[in-house]
């Protein structure tokens, strides 16, 4: 998930731009690499403190994170699939603000001379690329690896963990961008929407279902299939059933650790209402 940058510059939504410009000389102050040689956390902080500043620096980029039109990393919101516009980070000398880079060189170079404008840390990450994808709810129960089709015409092979909900994010590691600088290449970052079942509902780690009986089996008791999504499993209905009695199939819900289980609640149908036999039951004959 993208970080707030008004969060990691310390500042408040509020904050005036001469407030937001000072926030950052004082950090950067403290965390710049040239202050910190071969300490690549210190590195890492310095470039989400240049990322956020990039945001909330330019007035444009602040004003749409506002409005939330994009989040902290730049990428704009409510994409559909496909890769979008990656968010922002300084690498090396190039100011994170292009042809307006003036604001962000002029704090750097004032404090730390005219070779923090030009200085290259070393090879930068590539950028993420984020789909939206649908998974059958089978999968997120249970767990599984899919090969996916991307907006961009390219296929992934993808874990799906058991137990994930619709709006989690799964990364795939190096299957974003290639970085212009010889770095490692960004990642995928898959936003899952999980397709609803007509059989099943999740509560947490379990599921709940409806199964209907016939009435023999419901007065006499007997054995029934029931579907869960690893496949039919036998259950024993007891005798004098009545409808909605609820019977639990135990590890049969969420493939976690450990797993939910399968409550089946019991309906009492009528294999054949025009049965001579049971309307004579009925009218105790």
């Known amino acids: 998930m993208a970080l707030d940058p008004y ?10 731009e001469a407030e937001i410009k000072k926030a950052f000389r004082a950090r950067a102050k403290t965390l710049h690499p040239d202050q910190h040689p071969g300490d690549k956390v210190k590195e890492e902080e310095f470039k989400r403190l240049s990322g956020a500043f990039e945001i909330l620096g330019d007035a444009e980029k602040r004003a749409k994170f506002d409005r939330g039109e994009i989040d902290g990393d730049g990428n704009p919101r409510g994409f559909s699939g496909g890769p979008a516009g990656g968010g922002g980070r300084w690498e090396g ?12 060189e002029d ?24 789909y939206r ?38 990364r795939l590691k190096s299957q974003g961008q290639a970085s212009p600088s010889g770095g490692a290449p960004g990642d995928a970052l898959l936003e899952v929407d999980v397709a609803a079942s007509p059989v099943w509902t999740r509560d947490g780690k379990d599921l709940r279902m409806a199964l209907s009986v016939d009435l023999r089996t419901a007065v006499l008791g007997g054995t029934v299939e029931v579907r869960t999504p690893s496949g039919p499993v036998s259950l024993k209905v007891p005798a004098a059933t009545n409808t909605g009695a609820q019977l639990r199939l135990k590890g049969k819900g969420v493939q976690i650790t450990p797993p939910g289980d399968l409550y089946v609640r019991l309906e009492i149908v009528l294999s054949d209402p025009r049965d001579e036999g049971l309307k004579k039951w009925a009218e105790g004959r």
Do not use: H, Y
């Open 7 to 16: 969060s990691i510059l310390g500042v408040p939504r509020s904050a005036s």
């Open 93 to 104: 000398g190039n100011s994170p603000f292009g042809a307006q880079g003036d604001p962000f």
């Open 107 to 130: 704090i750097l170079s004032g404090m730390f001379g005219s070779s923090a404008r030009r200085r290259n840390p070393g090879p930068q990450k590539g950028r993420d690329v984020r």
């Open 133 to 170: 994808v649908e998974i059958s709810f089978e999968d997120a129960v249970t767990g599984a690896r899919r090969r996916m089709a991307m907006a961009d015409g390219s296929a992934l092979d993808v874990n799906i963990p058991a137990g994930i909900t619709s709006g989690q994010t799964l």
